[in-house]
């Protein structure tokens, strides 16, 4: 499914129905830039600098998919505003249309105070859910005032949807962590709505949920859904069975719902994906293979075989044990020693937040200590950039890599695995992946790796550095067929005709 045959097919259920997402980051931000004042009139008048409004859309999947459903069906969007020039570019209740070149839904935002948004984002969601469910050997962080103000910014989230639903039929799609006690307040003070809330992370098994102190708020709040959606199938089954534990409900296994307070929420899965039309590249042979040499030499590339990585700076990535595993790869098989560099990008992410800082301060020492061991004078062997990338450049990086590498100790999906896929038209080039990750499941034709196993990992590298090309481009299509035919419209497609469904039998 394209994005126009996911417009027309929801248009249609949507009809007299609002839709109302619900999620923390925003489709669109304005920001305020500093730029040197342009012209000989401003010069003279001695103003040296300009202040000018801009807005930018965040390199984000989930805006990616849902933008063109709300162009489409003219909804509501409702996101924490916060860009710099937020403010003054929307009325006093927070709104405006967007996209703002071509007006076609409302973005309402939420203002947060400095004390909401590090309870309620770096602390509950951040530093107490996000380890909870990712299991990657974090310990979650449990405050009792984060908690105060995730119950808070929940709350006016929820009086917000409320708001904007009004007198009107809707449909409340809520995503992730961040709001796992709206979908309740919603349904308590509108039955009639029909709620649904994607997942986005991991749901850990039942021992390990346990710890939360706020467990039942926070599984009372998720069974005000009437559908809840996971990448995968096991996540259901851990969502459900936590659900069996801890709760007064029914837990019906054969329809795949628990019951409470006499209405059901059905769990479902919905692996995420991604547009792979943008992620094609140039069309002609002939200036893809000048792209890869222009990257190769931007890179300073002699020839060198390369391994490709991209991550949010997240302790969940296995960005340490990916590094680790190239050094034992140049110790085990010095052959390669000269021949192969890794290059990782790194997107810096909630650098507020200390365990985020000392990973980043790892990633630097574990890069240092491979180049410290094995470099020349002619030859690096881990070139590293912490910082964002335009996703053209990581389509151009994506092109030119024989080998891209994926190694998250848990993950509830990953995009990069299949970006990768999508930006190789020439079927050839191998995905190493790690197991542990929902894309995995999906994709099993990739070279799966236990990031924890060092020298599994390792090996795995070199048998992907020597994989003829023959079996590349054999596992390439089979690759490329999947991402082709599941991508993120048919995700969003399948939930929310799932969700039409339900309000029309309302
Ligand atoms: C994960 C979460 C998303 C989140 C993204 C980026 O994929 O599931 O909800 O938006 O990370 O993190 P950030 O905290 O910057 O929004």
Redesign the pocket.
């Given at each position: 499914m394209n994005s126009a045959q996911l417009a027309s097919a929801l248009g249609d259920s949507l009809r007299d129905t609002r839709l109302i997402v619900v999620?923390?980051?925003e489709p669109y931000i304005h920001v305020r830039r500093t730029r040197p004042a342009k012209g000989v009139w401003n010069w003279l008048r001695g103003r040296r600098e300009s202040v000018e409004v801009e807005w930018t859309r965040?390199a984000?999947?989930?805006v990616t998919a849902l933008d063109p459903v709300m162009r489409a069906c003219g909804g509501t969007w409702i996101a924490h505003g916060s860009g710099n020039a937020d403010r003054e570019t929307a009325d006093a209740r927070g709104r405006l249309k967007v996209p703002p070149d071509k007006p076609a839904y409302t973005l309402r935002r939420i203002w947060l105070t400095p004390e909401e948004e590090q309870g309620y984002?770096y602390g509950l969601?951040?530093s107490a859910l996000?380890p909870l469910c990712h299991i990657a050997y974090a310990r979650p962080v449990f405050d009792e005032s984060d908690w105060q103000q995730y119950v808070r910014v929940n709350r006016r989230f929820a009086d917000a949807v409320i708001e904007e639903v009004a007198g009107q039929r809707a449909v409340v799609f809520v995503?992730?962590?961040?709001f796992a006690l709206l979908p309740r307040l919603v349904k308590e003070a509108r039955p009639d709505v029909t709620v649904c809330q994607f997942w986005?992370?991991p749901w850990p098994n039942r021992e390990a949920f346990r710890v939360c102190p706020w467990g039942e708020e926070i599984l009372h709040g998720l069974l005000g859904n009437d559908l809840i959606g996971f990448h995968v199938q096991y996540h259901c089954n851990n969502f459900l069975d936590t659900v069996d534990r801890a709760l007064e409900s029914r837990v019906d296994y054969e329809h795949f719902a628990a019951w409470r307070g006499g209405r059901p929420t059905f769990v479902k899965p919905f692996p995420i994906s991604i547009d792979p039309t943008l992620w094609t590249g140039p069309a002609k042979a002939g200036d893809r293979t000048a792209e890869v040499k222009n990257v190769r030499q931007a890179l300073g590339l002699n020839g060198q075989r390369l391994i490709f990585g991209v991550d949010?700076l997240?302790y969940t990535k296995g960005i340490p044990d990916r590094l680790k595993a190239f050094g034992r790869l140049l110790e085990r098989h010095p052959e390669w020693r000269g021949r192969v560099t890794m290059v990782q990008v790194g997107a810096p992410?909630?650098e507020h937040l200390t365990r985020y800082q000392a990973l980043m301060a790892e990633v630097e020492s574990c890069v240092e200590a491979v180049n410290d061991k094995f470099k020349t004078d002619h030859w690096l062997p881990v070139i590293y950039r912490a910082e964002h990338h335009h996703p053209d450049a990581l389509g151009q990086l994506y092109r030119a890599a024989d080998v891209c590498v994926v190694s998250s100790l848990h993950d509830?999906m990953n995009?990069v695995a299949k970006e990768f896929i999508a930006a190789r038209g020439d079927e050839l080039g191998v995905l190493v992946l790690s197991e542990f990750t929902g894309a995995a499941r999906e994709l099993d034709m990739a070279v799966h790796v236990n990031p924890f196993a060092v020298d599994a990992f390792a090996d795995a590298l070199h048998a992907a550095l020597l994989m003829p090309p023959a079996d590349q481009r054999k596992r390439m299509r089979a690759l490329r067929e999947r991402v082709a035919t599941h991508t993120v419209f048919d995700w969003a497609g399948a939930l929310l005709q799932a969700a039409c469904r339900m309000e029309a039998v309302r």
């Open positions: 999620a923390n980051r965040p984000s999947g989930l984002y969601a951040n996000w995503q992730d962590y961040h986005h992370i949010r997240d992410s909630r509830g995009l």
